[in-house]
């Protein structure tokens, strides 16, 4: 806590900041010094803060502030600051700065110094962000946005079991563009169900497709089921899965044939919302997966009491067993825990035989990842159902086509 005493100035103009100070009783003078002399600006009260414009955009300060009584004031460090910012959207971010910029104009008080080139990043960041949320806006009607499968295999008996169906961008100028760059766009922007339903859309129309060709290679393929990511907002819409089911069954299919893929996040943030939805699904016949089990919120609790079919342990958690025993007791006792209540389980990321072995040895019952199959448009997937032969049972290694 800082004490100041009446005419004791705070900051002066031009000093680099370091704190911004919310005032807890007194008040304070904000001043302008320029040719035509000192201009007062400002007077701030209990409860009001104060430097924080030099803090956010990281200026000289343009004002000084000077006690008018006796004042008790608490800082804002910078790193304190700083911490909470560097989380935010970019283009929040810009906006902020922007607001700073107009208000310290309004006052006449607009900083006389080049933009810093940590600002310049980030409005490059902004832009470029804006940029590509307007693109997909676009993207999304325009065709843009495909669906490509990746193989789930029997770690049983090395059987085609299924497709997780991933979403991307093939971009008219950029090329492919991942998820990891979209999807948060798609998210920030409020088109992530738009880019759900345009998924699923294409997922309704390739399923006949794809069951035909499992029907017709018979035994190497189990009854084929396609997975597919969905959002916590699109799980709680009221008709949201009565719809789905709707369209499944319009187009030929049978709705035990999907399995939808929420995030654990989504379950643990509205449980009781999550449970009737997820109720209400699985009563039309929908299957109901939990991707990247292990890296958010775990419980026994939700485990227990929603009704989940499957849990895909992460790739985080794959990839390190072999390395790291600790890891390796940690898949072993979910896949334990998983067993006890009958859910089942996918290894995700599986790149190496060594881990397709110990997915094997721990009684895993799924493997996914590119030792099975890279992530292909259907085009490409149909004949890789057509195609696929089960390897022996004691051999832990993927044959040729497939590794």
């Not at 904000?30 to 201009?39: I, K, S, Y």
């Not at 909470?84 to 006389?112: K, N």
């Not at 299957?287 to 342990?313: C, E, H, Q």
Request: net charge negative; proline share 6%; glycine share 8%.
């Amino acid at each position: 806590m800082i004490r100041l005493d009446p005419g004791s100035y705070l900051v002066r103009q031009g000093d680099a900041p370091t704190c911004a100070y919310l005032i807890e009783s007194g008040c304070v003078e904000v001043l302008a010094h320029g040719a035509a002399g000192e201009r007062l600006l400002a007077v701030l009260g209990r409860g009001e803060i104060v430097g924080e414009m030099a803090l956010i955009d990281q200026a000289p300060r343009t004002a000084s502030v000077r006690a008018r009584d006796a004042c008790l004031l608490m800082p804002i460090t910078a790193e304190s600051l700083e911490k909470r910012l560097a989380g935010a959207d970019p283009v929040l971010r810009l906006v902020l700065g922007t607001v700073l910029d107009r208000y310290r104009s309004l006052l006449g008080v607009a900083a006389a110094v080049p933009l810093p080139r940590s600002a310049q990043a980030l409005r490059s960041a902004a832009y470029a962000e804006l940029r590509l949320e307007e693109e997909f806006a676009h993207a999304i009607a325009d065709g843009q946005i495909h669906v490509h499968y990746q193989p789930i295999v029997s770690l049983v008996d090395d059987r085609l079991t299924g497709f997780e169906a991933l979403a991307r961008w093939l971009h008219p100028t950029r090329g492919l563009i991942p998820p990891a760059s979209f999807v948060p766009v798609a998210e920030a922007s409020g088109s992530s169900d738009a880019l759900t339903r345009a998924c699923l859309a294409r997922v309704i129309a390739d399923m006949p497709a794809m069951r035909a060709r499992a029907e017709r290679r018979g035994g190497h393929v189990a009854d084929l089921r396609v997975s597919v990511n969905i959002s916590g907002h699109d799980l709680m819409a009221p008709t949201f899965v009565r719809e789905l089911a709707r369209q499944v069954t319009d187009a030929g299919g049978s709705p035990d044939a999907l399995t939808l893929e929420l995030t654990e996040t989504v379950l643990v943030r509205n449980p009781s919302e999550a449970a009737d939805a997820l109720e209400e699904a699985r009563a039309l016949g929908f299957r109901i997966a939990v991707d990247d089990f292990g890296t958010g919120y775990s419980t026994l609790n939700y485990i227990r009491t929603l009704p989940i079919d499957t849990l895909k342990i992460d790739k985080t958690f794959v990839q390190g067993m072999a390395d790291c025993a600790t890891t390796r007791s940690i898949v072993a006792s979910t896949l334990m825990l998983a067993a006890s209540l009958e859910i089942a389980v996918v290894g995700e990321g599986v790149e190496l035989a060594e881990q397709h072995a110990l997915l094997q040895m721990l009684g895993c019952d799924y493997g996914q990842g590119y030792l099975y199959g890279r992530p292909t448009p259907l085009a490409q997937a149909l004949p890789l159902i057509e195609g696929w032969s089960a390897v022996e049972a004691p051999r832990p290694v993927i044959s040729a086509p497939f590794a």
